[in-house]
């Protein structure tokens, strides 16, 4: 108990400037990713087929720049509707894999009719955020204990009570 009297305010000190640290750490970490949907018609009869034929040229020619999949193309089930999701690191990648996305469709023969329901979001990294404040907060723990634990300086009246059980007449 005489070890957290005398090294509480040590121990909140460094922990508080950890947690400072990790703050401004959040401050340099990237917002998140960003996410793009939109819906195409297509004139014409769309082969089953096409869900996976796209979805491979896809991989060939645009997936295969990014570190983890930034396109994906799906069939809406009985209709000629495909639905283009894009997710990546940065806003401007999507009007370039956006671009490369509507290359490879009319490279395919499909004639898009139209184009609706284009949403881009922003998911953010809330997790990995907290996950950085609440180490950085354990982190100021752990060094103010060890740093209070290495501190064997006898610096007041008190510490002379507790380490030697003995009154102190006077200091000076």
Not at 69 to 77: C, D, H
Request: overall charge negative.
């Amino acid at each position: 108990m005489y070890f957290l009297k005398k090294n509480a305010l040590n121990v909140i000190i460094f922990v508080l400037i950890f947690g400072v640290i990790g703050t401004i750490i959040n401050l340099v970490v990237p917002a998140g990713s960003y996410e793009y949907e939109e819906y195409y018609t297509i004139d014409g009869e769309v082969s089953p087929n096409t869900n996976g034929t796209l979805n491979a040229l896809l991989n060939d020619s645009v997936n295969n720049q990014f570190v983890e999949k930034a396109a994906t193309i799906s069939q809406l089930p009985d209709s000629n509707i495909l639905q283009l999701n894009i997710s990546t690191n940065s806003r401007n990648d999507i009007s370039t894999v956006k671009s490369q996305v509507d290359n490879i469709i009319a490279d395919q023969g499909y004639i898009v009719s139209e184009t609706n329901g284009a949403n881009s979001y922003q998911t953010e990294n809330t997790i990995l955020k907290i996950f950085i404040i609440v180490l950085s907060l354990f982190v100021g723990l752990i060094v103010g204990l060890v740093i209070s634990l290495l501190n064997r300086n006898i610096s007041s009246d008190e510490d002379f009570e507790y380490y030697l059980g003995e009154k102190t007449l006077g200091t000076f």
